[in-house]
């Protein structure tokens, strides 16, 4: 194989570990073939971050409009690399940046594609990709052709724990004729929580008991960044407000993990959550329904546990 | 002289007051002749005996005492003031004009019901004070008494001049001064007073007179324009009321569009209703909407739907698309989306006021601008494309049939004596599905032949045509009656109300008339033709008249008849029968945001129950009601006090299918 | 201005998804409109409310699309357009890309807009392969657009809920995350209505060749069934939730 092109995404000033991933996969297969690894990454930031990257060479684009991501001016310093090195694989994450770059950048160059990657893996002659499709509840293993783009799922595999000192060349940016950048926004904090866009919920049921418990889940969603949700019940006993309630009456949620404390799982709720991504249910009766669409479960008191993760979690912090 | 002026008078004000009613109520006719059509002059026996029945007889009225005692006094006073005016008119235009010893006394008699049916109505609006009036026009009310009080003191005032008046003014005999008994009491005060000559007599009848006689004429001319037009109104509606089928929201299948944007979309009878309303209140107070806080009231509508056509009949714009629409303009679409469709409101209503459909076909306006809650959206979606409202795929609809021990016929294979009609509940809900297993373990035990339709049910269509989604109700129905037509079977039998109602009421327009029975009226008649032997299950419980199965569809006796063979001791909540409470379930509800709600009408049925002395006991016979119930014994945290029960759980237990224990049904 | 909706129709989830040789039975299943390009389309037709523009929808004929497209219509879309030509339930997003991107030029679109995403569409996601073939200025994963003057705003959304307001000179594609409103319910009556008094247009087309990709099979990732327990040892789950969130990069710093 010859060269892997690797579109890196750095946050707080270091390499995502989405693209730490990126370049572990891509070094194993560049080395089983005598291939090399190149990094494109953005604005002076970067430079810092890839200093160490296991990688051969990192061009950093640099100039106007790279501070901030910028389809436009992203994707034309990209096309022209590729057209200038000619990789045999463009690996992005399926991240924004990845939704937003990998096809057009495909369509542009006739490159194949292949998106939702889950697994790259060489089998015999052929580069395989395994695609998540249908929402997860299909795979494809797909034949990845010379030449083409992958975006995959961050969190497919581990990261890479090697480094190297690329070598770093510049790249002026092109200039953006036709997209802006008007302002950049941060999350949102306060306010009133809107439990359907937070990636990960903390929901207590009636198991909580007590009004005074909430306070722990409040801890362990501080800890794990994440918002207190919860089932009908403890919306009528008044302990959280009716925008906090999952279910048929509540709210339909999808985050990124789902801690479904002291909840038992009556269809009504799991109607509202079962699509999450992860679900982690604790309940101390083991046959509580919540058990059939949770990924992962434990039959331990929440009372207990809640105290105990936050401080586990806190001192990992720390 | 006195009787010249007297006669120009009259003359005068039944001039005025015959032009002022004539204008007004040409203008709802007028209204009511551009309205949608309905069939409303058929089955006129019936109508007649139910005018007898509701008007004589007062039958719904007197479901509150004192209300219907007070009315019923004031409401024969209006047939007594009849004769009065006969006699008083007659008096003046032919002397010598007598109604008989006969009919005059009952005058003064009525009188003194009519002033006792006054005061009355004043301690229940001035002491009592009950909060269905709360919303009412209360000045009118109490204008109108004062008018109607100030008719029976004419009334007697003129009596007691005229025995006077008609010996020195008018030279005639009055045989009846006796008679007037009041009158004759009080002309005694007069003989004291000296107030007996030509001129005092003439002045003290002429005031009478037109106290009585010009009241009741401004009465004439100011009702239209009052609740008191029930007084007229009252009866032609109740006699152009709906005969039924009780169940069916529409008579007949619909072209265009169930929706009711302008006046012009209600039918005539729904104009005859607004002008009807007696604003009693009696239909709020038996709301589940507004006993949960919502923003609705069906009295509210009634009158909110009749102040805004009075306005634009005012302005001339009655018909015109430029005033707000009624749904969501007139009517709020908060107020909308709160009914149950329970019924409770029609059914409570004297003068046989239908608010239901109104609400439905506002509804319906409101979905045709994509105005609905997003759950209720998401099962209307998954009506459309699965069938279900669960979302699920429509062949898992019978698995609850597969992993149990007796056969289930498919009858869309083989001919069946029984087709059960499952309902989505019943079939998907993983609570209840347990249940559905044990009805179909009891009809095996009875030796019953029966199948079901497997994937080719669908939801009946019964909520989504009271939403408003009139295309989907009528692509459901039709899939099921399809599905139907192609089996085999003597009767059908379903496990939900719901279902029951669509297959029963609204599937005739599709020409499909099937028998359709509850399984509380199937067991009961397996356990009277002794294919079914019972054991006492003698526990103390009360029961829950589910609102499509009591109210909708008169099946009230099944069940109690059905507990009583099965020994339970039955203690009837104060709501029951016809007048049952609802759970809060109906009419897409359940699948409704619960934004508004202050006390679910669920919980305080619960609380209805728990204040039954020793029963520990709720039984139901609807799916719903299950997951309704349940869900609110487990809110409140009182699942040891009242446990829920399903009638079949009742049966298994009664025949042996399942320990008592094991049903939970032995009281801790 | 012109408004374009890129429409397609995927298998619904709803449905079990059976897999028969390592494919898919594709004409045995039920398919619904994508999500997300029923949340496009909900986008444009607010847009329609406030700036004066004609909205498209847009599909392939791969099979039954007419009951999508009628239902855009009585949704409130000015038009409906269905692209005709040979083609079957598997044409690759590659080709469908391409058919769209001819008919945009032709058409002189200015505004494109399609869902960010569909649950099939392993080579490549329409908008930014449109907007590859194309050549036009693009963002996906973008919510609320507003049509100024020559320009559209967005907002695009990024991971860890930080967002960035953006403006595109047009013509533009525009891969919407979801619409500023939950998409509008129409009813089945209005659809019948419009199935009647409306037509579709028709356009032929001929999707040409694109760089493809081989599957070599399809099939299901081990199945869920019943969560996997961590015992009843507080400690114990604590430390398995923990390394689980490392594990799932779920955890913050
Ligand atoms: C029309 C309708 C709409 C509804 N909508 C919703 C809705 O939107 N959302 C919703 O949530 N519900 C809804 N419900 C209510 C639903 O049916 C259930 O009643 C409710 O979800 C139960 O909440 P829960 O799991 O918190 O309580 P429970 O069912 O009482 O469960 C509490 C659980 O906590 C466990 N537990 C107790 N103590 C501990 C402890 N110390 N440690 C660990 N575990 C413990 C118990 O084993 C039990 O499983 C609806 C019901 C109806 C009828
Ligand atoms: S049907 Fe029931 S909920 Fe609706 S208005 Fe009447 S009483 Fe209230
Ligand atoms: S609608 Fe009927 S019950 Fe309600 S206030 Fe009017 S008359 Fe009374």
Redesign the interface.
Known sequence: MGQVLIVAECQDGRLS??TQELIGRGRELAQATGGTVTLAAFGEGARDALRDADADVAVVVNGDGVQ?????VYEEALAAMVEDRQPALVLLSN??MG??????????????????CTALWRDDDAL?AT???????????????DG??VTVI??SWPAAGSSGSPRIEEMPSPAA????????????SGGDVDIT?A??LVSVG?GLQDPDNLELADQLAEA??GVVSCS??VV??GWLP?SRQVG??GK?VKP??YFALGISG???HLQGMKDAE?????NSD?NA?I???????????IL??MP??TE??EG??G | MLRTLLMALTVAMVVAAGALFARRVAAIVGVMRTARPTLRTDRVGERIQSVVEHVLLHRRMFRITLSGVLHYFIFSGFVVLLIDIVETVGEVFVPGFTVGRILAPLVDIWVILVAIGILLALYNRLIIRPARFQGSDEKDAFLILGLIGAIIVGIVIHDSFFPFVAREVLHVPDPVAHAHFLGWGLSRLWVALGWTGPGAASVGYAFGYLLDMGVVLAFLAYLPYSKHLHIFAAVPNIFIRNLGPKGALLAKPVEESMAIRTFQDLSWKDISDLYTCTECGRCQAVCPAHAAGQPLSPKMVILELRDALNERIARGTAFSAEEPPLAGGVISKEELWACTTCGACQEACPVFIEHVPKIAGMRAALLEEGDIDPNAQKVLVAWDRQGNSFGQPARKRPVWAKNIDVPIKDARKEPVDWLWFVGDFAALDPRVQRLTQLIARLLHHAGVDFGILYESEANAGNEALRIGEYGLFEALALKNIEALNKAQYRRIFTTDPHSLNALKNEYRKFGFEAEVLHYTEAFLELIDQGQLSVSSVPVRATYHDPCYLGRWNGIVEAPRQLMQRLGVDLVEMPRHGAQSFCCGAGGGRIWMDETGITDRPANQRIREAMRLSNVHFFVVACPKDVSMFNASVTAMGVEEEMRVVDMAELLAVAVGLESAEETLLVSS | MKIAVLMKDVPDLVEELEVEDGALPLDDMSFVPSEWDDQALEEALLMKEEADVEVTAVAIDTGDVDNMLFTALAKGADRAVKLVGDFSRTLPNRLRARLFAQYCQAQAIDVVLTGVQAIDDLDGQIAGLVAGLTGRAHASVVRDVHIEGSQVTCVQEYSGGKMAEMQLAVPAVLGIQAARKPPRYVTIAKVRQIQKSATLEEVEAEAGTAPLVTVRRIYKPEAAGHAEMWGDDVDAVAESIVRLLEDKKLLRS
């Open positions: 570990d989405a901030q991501y910028n389809p436009e991240t924004t939704m937003d770059l990998g096809a057009s950048l495909a369509a542009r160059q006739a490159r194949p594609m292949v998106a939702y395989l695609s998540q499709i249908y929402g997860g509840k299909l795979a494809a293993d797909v034949e990845v052709p083409a783009v961050p969190g004729a036709h997209t802006r950048v008007l302002k950049v926004m941060e999350a949102e866009r990636d990960i009636r794990l960044g009908r019940p009528d006993a009716r048929k009456s339909t990124k993990l009556a269809p009504e992860l679900i982690v249910a604790v083991e329904p058990f059939e669409v949770a990924h992962y479960g434990a039959t331990v008191d207990d546990l105990a993760l586990r979690l990992r912090a």
